[in-house]
Every structure is written in structure tokens, then in C-alpha cells.
């Protein structure tokens, strides 16, 4: 994404994440687990059910920075399609980047049997 439209829509980006993270944690039809360490909270993952359409999203997962590339990320997700399925669901859905910095995400939910659509999605500061 061109840097000027990627200010538009997060000036701020830590405070823009931080704010995304509280809403999704405080949201009623939002189910979130998380992973601790020496009690320190190291991850978390945030699903979402679509009973209509047996579709369960993994709505937004993060793990620490300090813990990453430790399975974490990827115990967090098989956990959620556990649950996902238990629950009834038939498909199960993610979304992130296509930018570098998450193709570590990308390599894990693929690694976990996702497969990428592809979309084009354009964007044009005015």
C-alpha cells in the first residue's frame, strides 16, 4: 500500500492496533484465548462464529514479538479450529497482510492447510 494512503488509514498505528485489540476483547459475539508464559500474557487469538454459513473466522491472533517463532502463533490457531469445528463450523477463515511482515503469518496458516483467494484490492490517495 502507497505509505501516503497507509497514514490515512492508521496515523497512528499503535494506538490504531491497541484500539482493535480492546474493541475485539470486548466484543460479545467474540470468543478470545490466551497464551500465557511465567504468567505473562505472550498471545492471543480472537474467533468469530457465522452460524449462518458454518464459517469461523480467526478474527485477529497476535503473539509477543520476544515469543515469536516458538509455535505459539500456530498452537493459538490450531486451537481455534478445534473449537471452530466443535462448534459446529464447517469452513474456517483468516485474513493478513500481503506485505512482508506477515509473511510469517501467512506461512503458518498456509502451513496449517489454509490456501490463499486472491483479491486485488486498490487504493488512491486524493
Excluded: N
Excluded at 478470545?32 to 505472550?42: L, Q
Excluded at 471452530?84 to 485474513?95: D, I, L, N, R
Aim: hydrophobic share 45%.
Amino acid at each position: 500500500m502507497d505509505l501516503d494512503v497507509y497514514h490515512e488509514f492508521y496515523p497512528d498505528w499503535r494506538v490504531d492496533q491497541q484500539k482493535a485489540v480492546e474493541k475485539v476483547c470486548a466484543a460479545a459475539d467474540t470468543k478470545v484465548w490466551v497464551a500465557i508464559d511465567s504468567g505473562s500474557t505472550v498471545g492471543f487469538v480472537a474467533v468469530k462464529l457465522h452460524s449462518e454459513s458454518k464459517l469461523g473466522e480467526i478474527y485477529m491472533i497476535a503473539v509477543d514479538p520476544d515469543y515469536q517463532r516458538r509455535g505459539i502463533g500456530t498452537a493459538l490457531a490450531e486451537f481455534a479450529l478445534d473449537w471452530m469445528k466443535v462448534a459446529g463450523m464447517s469452513v474456517a477463515m483468516v485474513e493478513t497482510g500481503g506485505d512482508p511482515g506477515h509473511a510469517p503469518a501467512r506461512y503458518t496458516y498456509e502451513k496449517l492447510g489454509f490456501r490463499m483467494l486472491p483479491v486485488a484490492r486498490y487504493f488512491k490517495k486524493l
